[in-house]
């Protein structure tokens, strides 16, 4: 990351029954990432060059379009300079005005008003500048025919410029009804609007899964650009133009959503060791694009949940506490990432709307002292989300394109299109939810006359989850545990800390996530890898902090 800037402000002003606060943030930075890629036929860039066989007879195809030698000679790859590049360069600023009651009335209220804007640029490419057909690639459609010439060599690009602008008013209030009830009401108004447009080309060398390879060609085997616009404008899109100059497709974006949402909550504290509370919220996450590479039906609709929830928290003998609470979600148009393979044949991840995501569960938090110094905590969590509907819609697993893995379910999905069969996620648990957690700590501190001595340590489980709703082996992290430990010195007047901390102590093996990679072509037998995202090994550090006053 480079030239990251940061602004932030508070502003208060008191007035005898209401304070006012303005609140405003702003950032701008720019991420890049560059690094040596591997090329389309899985030889790392590391590599010079190498050849590929040529047919031993000439293709008739080749024969009519060249009529050389070079339809059976071999072909002469160059990846050594392939290079990945991602680039992301974003600035956003928010303007906060919040007005807060503040009397000793029953009645207790804050109101605000809020306004968000954000500029986002994503160009991403993969280049290969030392192929000369890349350079002067020819028409996929027509066939052979002129295109823009490509004089970066960059075989894969994609690029997105979005502005969005978010407004929003809300307001709440908390009614003390009687010493042990209070009744608590809010509502907000979202206004949510994106505008900018998406850039994309992609390059073909050696397409032999199109037959279009070495196979075919031989020596002369020509870089194709497979740059289309969609004959379709899509829900939030304009018209798709190619540039004559660039061969850059380029499409407009433009969406705007909104909602209101608001909450209710009851609590009742018979004492104060004691609080029960009953809560429904209804919450919204704006839509937004799957941008970059002219995808159908890019635009994603706002998620929306009807929230229920119940708890209820005890203190005894001020050694103890113990906190419960249920919980009950229902998910509408639930934005979830899936896989998504092109028609250059690059997977990649894409966000969907599920009708119908249902989630319940509980948490059980307790605290107990049982001496001045020693705190021990024991966390529990049940977790259950799954997919409740699809509205009969069938999707596609990338890893599995066929649906012949165990596991697959086919039921009400339509017969296979282009030898791709779409599966049924209905009753598959979502993304990243694990059913079970659990997390154990103890805390003691030594007080001398020079500061306090914090020792900490802690055993975190968590269960085996998915990475996808494709609930299959090849999608599954499974469980594991760590434990990490904490050293803490902090000086008598709170003036610096000094922290030691040990993560993963018994070098145990944890997955963040988990999916299936083909590395045959579908079919029965196909084999799936699974690819890994680790959580970090044995680690130790030491951490500084200094408050200056």
Known sequence: MSKNAIVATNLV??????????????????????????DFEGISSAVESYVLQGPTTATGLCTAIFNNAGCTQNLTVNPAKTQFTFDEWENFDSHELTFTSTTTS?????????????????????????????????????????VAPNPTGSVYNEDTHLHEDSV?????????????????GGIRYSNDFKVGYESFRVILFDASGFGLGVGTFGA???????????????????????????????????????????????????????????????????GGFNSGTLAAFPETQPETVDAFEVGFKKTIQRTFQA???????????????????????????????????????????????????????LNYAYLNATVASTNGKCLEDTADPLALAPGANISGCPAPVGGIQLQNITGQSIAETPNNKVSFNALYRINFQPGTLALSGSVVWRDKEYSSPFNRYYNEAPSYSQINARITWTDVNNRWTLVAYGDNLAQTTGYDNAYGVPVTNP???????????????????????????
């Open 13 to 38: 002003y008191h007035f005898p029954t209401f304070d006012v606060r303005y609140q405003f943030g702003y950032q701008n930075f720019s991420y890049n990432l560059a690094a040596p890629w591997l």
């Open 106 to 146: 029953k009645l207790q209220w804050v109101a605000g008003l809020y306004y968000y804007h954000e500029y986002y640029e994503q160009p991403v490419n993969v280049d290969d500048p030392s192929q000369a057909q890349v350079k002067n690639p020819v028409g996929l459609a027509p066939f052979f025919g002129a």
């Open 168 to 184: 929003a008013a809300y307001a709440q209030a908390d009614w003390q009804v009687a010493p042990t009830v209070k009744l608590t």
């Open 220 to 286: 002369n085997t020509p870089a194709f650009d497979a740059t289309a616009c969609p004959t379709v404008q899509y829900q939030g899109t304009g018209p798709c133009t190619i540039n004559a100059a660039t061969g850059v497709a380029n499409r407009p974006l433009e969406a705007r959503w909104e909602a209101v949402t608001g909450t209710f909550n009851l609590a009742w504290t018979p004492d104060s060791d004691t609080l029960a509370y009953a809560k429904y919220s209804r919450g919204y996450k704006e």
């Open 323 to 377: 906190n419960i609470s249920a919980f009950y979600y229902l998910y509408s148009n639930d934005q979830q990432p899936l896989g998504v393979e092109g028609s250059s044949g690059v997977v990649s991840s894409q966000v969907f709307n599920i009708p119908k995501v249902h989630t319940y569960g509980v948490e059980l938090e307790s605290l107990w002292q049982p001496v001045k110094d020693l705190t021990l905590s």
């Open 523 to 549: 079919g029965p037998g196909q084999v799936i890898d699974k690819l890994v995202s680790l959580t970090a090994p044995r680690t130790f550090g030491v951490e500084f902090q200094y408050r200056f006053r």
